[in-house]
Every structure is written in C-alpha cells, then in structure tokens.
C-alpha cells in the first residue's frame, strides 16, 4: 500500500476545473481486477495535501452514468493508496429552496440504479457492510466549516435519489421522488458510495445544483436554447463554488479523516463466508480493499 492519498472525483462541470490546479502532476495508470478505470489518475499537491484525481466520465466526457466504470475507479484509488475520498457530481433539486448555483452536502441516499456492478465481493462471497449512515460524517463535518469560507448558499444535508438514467424523469417520476422525501436527483453517486465503503474510504459528496427537476414547469415563453444556456451557466457558476470549497477545505495541515473513524473498518464484521470457503486466489486480488 502507498502513501495515503486524498482522492478527489470529479463530475460533469469540476473535472476539467479542478484537475488545472493540482501542482506537478503525475499521471498514473492502473490496472485493477475490475477492467481499466474510466481514465488516468493523475497524483500531485493541491493545497496542503497530496491528492489523486480521477476524472469520472473520462476524457471528453466519455461515458454515461451507467457505464462509468465505478468498481475499476474505486479499487483503482484504493491501489494507490487513497484512504479518504471526496466526489462531486452535477444534480437537479427536488426543492424550491434548494436553488441553482447552490452546493449540497448530501447526506443520505435512495438507490434506483439497476444496470451496475455494485459490489467488489461477487466472486469472494457473502460481505455485507453497513450503509445506514452513507457519507462520513467526519468528512462532511470538515467540508462544512470550510463552506462557512466560501460565498455561496451550501446545504447542510440532503437526500440525493440516484436514477439509471441516461433519460431524465418524467414529470410523474419526479414528483414521486419528492414525495419520497428526496432532495436532489442524480445519476452518478451509486454505486459509488457504496463502493468507497466496502473499500474501507472516508467518503463525502459535493452535489452541484444545476436546475429545477421537471416536477417544477419551465418559463414557457423560454426557448429550449435559453434553457439549456441557463443550465450551463448554472453549472459554470455551481462549479467555481465547489472548487473554492474544496480548495477552502484542503487549505489545512491536518488529516481530514483518520484510521479511527469508522469507515476505515466496514468490512472488520462484513465478511459472513466462511473463510476456509474463500477461494484464495478471490482473496488474494481483493488484498488493497482490506488494507
């Protein structure tokens, strides 16, 4: 295992904004049981912290939501030696005081995906994590001071619904999510999050507002054109908020988690297969999750 690292993914909008300002980058290529990552890792000094970026869609924006190669992503960082782990991602709100432009520290989960791996373990057996409490809460504690920084309005919490996607809601979908007591719409955190868990990282999201859901009826007088133009200068606008965020929050010299927090020791009770059932060579690949 290397040297921990502060892993940082970016989504639509921050990836191309935050991977300018790491200083002296080095690209990494990995290989992991799982295929190739969605793209290069790139190691270098971000504030006071030495980092490892991953750019999520890939060069180019390369790949939709549900083909995001999230296990080779995850089991990727953890190889380098990524511990704690800070992800963002471009979201519509759910709520009309939850406004675009605004930044949310989510802090739950409802998971409607249905098209991707969401587990390491298939091949291991039977591991089960707790997930009740989705975001560490040490990371998000941090994440907020250092809002108090930055000059825009940025949620506390909020449950984000993640969705198959690639196609938006319709307006009845949306307004059940709101009905289930969601707050923001996206179709990239999981299985993410649920992945930086059984692989034993810190993990906190940085949910970037870019519109209103359908559930809330555009200006009709307003061309498709100007909507998307305003979506994109939300997005724009959303972005430099989440980049001084992190920067505010990487401006310190101390740990942002540690090995004490309970994140780093999800899989300590999560393993149930018997171990003399464990094929050796499934143990042996999985060996950075367990470290």
């Not at 690209?27 to 490892?52: N, Y």
């Not at 959303?238 to 965020?245: D, G, K, P």
Request: charged share 20%.
């Amino acid at each position: 295992m290397q040297t921990p690292l502060l892993g940082i993914i970016g989504g639509t909008g921050l990836g191309d904004a935050l991977a300018r300002r790491i200083q002296n980058p080095e690209q990494k290529t990995v290989e992991t049981p799982f295929g190739a990552p969605s793209d290069a890792i790139w190691v270098g000094t971000l504030g006071r912290h030495r980092v490892a970026f991953l750019n999520r869609h890939g060069k180019g924006h390369r790949f939709n939501p549900s083909r995001v190669p999230y296990a080779a992503n995850l089991f990727a960082l953890k190889s380098l030696g990524v511990t704690t782990l800070i992800a963002s991602g471009a979201v519509g709100s759910l709520r009309e005081t939850i406004e675009p432009g605004h930044l949310v520290l989510a802090d739950q989960f409802i998971d409607k995906t249905f098209r991707r791996q969401n587990t390491f373990f298939d091949d291991l057996g039977a591991v089960h994590v707790e997930f009740a409490e989705p975001m560490c809460a040490r990371l998000r504690e941090r994440l907020m001071l250092a809002a108090e920084k930055v000059e825009t309005v940025t949620h506390a919490d909020g449950t984000y619904i993640c969705m198959e996607g690639p196609q938006f809601s319709t307006q009845a979908e949306s307004r059940m999510h709101r009905a289930w007591g969601g707050d923001l719409i996206g179709m990239t955190a999981l299985p993410e999050a649920k992945l930086a868990r059984e692989a034993q990282m810190c993990y906190a999201l940085v949910a970037l507002v870019s519109d209103y859901d359908c559930w809330r009826e555009h200006d009709p007088a307003a061309s498709k054109q100007s909507l998307l133009q305003e979506i994109i200068g939300n997005l724009n606008q959303t972005t430099q908020n989440a980049v001084a965020l992190i920067e505010k929050t990487l401006d310190s010299d101390g740990a942002l988690c540690d090995e004490h927090c309970a994140c780093r020791k999800s899989l300590e009770l999560a393993v149930w297969t018997a171990p003399e059932t464990i094929p050796l060579a499934s143990r042996a690949r999985l060996t950075p999750l367990f470290h």
